[in-house]
Nanobody, 123 residues
Framework: QLNLKESGGGAVQAGGSLRLSCVVF????????MGWFRQAPGKEREGVAR????????IYADSVKGRFTISRDRVKNALYLQMNNLEPEDTAMYYC????????????????WGQGTQVTVSS
């Protein structure tokens, strides 16, 4: 099991940027799925950006393509989400998640989750 801790959320105006960070604590794994999900009040959880730590291209939701970038620092064992040109529709609680089970990273069935960090975008 991995413990995940997010930070970097906040309130910004439309068009602004934020960078979310997620530090991973626990056993060292290789080639596993990590991702950023978000959930707004009254809406279903949405997978925003995902990646396999070992190989492959990141996977983005259509709603954030060209604006958000997921990246990872192996040395710091951290995951990031750079969010540019933010829109009010991006307002949500953002969660970092990981799954070491070897499944498809496009699945929403991630085993480990952080507590979330709030992002609020005003118009």
């Amino acid at each position: 099991q991995l413990n995940l801790k997010e930070s970097g959320g906040g309130a910004v105006q439309a068009g602004g940027s934020l960078r979310l960070s997620c530090v991973v604590f626990g056993r060292t794994y290789y080639n596993y799925c990590m991702g950023w999900f978000r959930q707004a009040p009254g809406k279903e959880r949405e997978g925003v950006a995902r990646m396999n730590t070992g190989e492959g291209e990141p996977i983005y939701a259509d709603s954030v393509k060209g604006r958000f970038t997921i990246s990872r620092d192996r040395v710091k064992n951290a995951l990031y989400l750079q969010m540019n040109n933010l829109e009010p529709e991006d307002t949500a609680m953002y969660y970092c998640a990981a799954d070491v089970g070897g499944g498809d990273c496009r699945s929403d069935e991630y085993s480990d989750w952080g507590q979330g960090t709030q992002v609020t975008v005003s118009s």
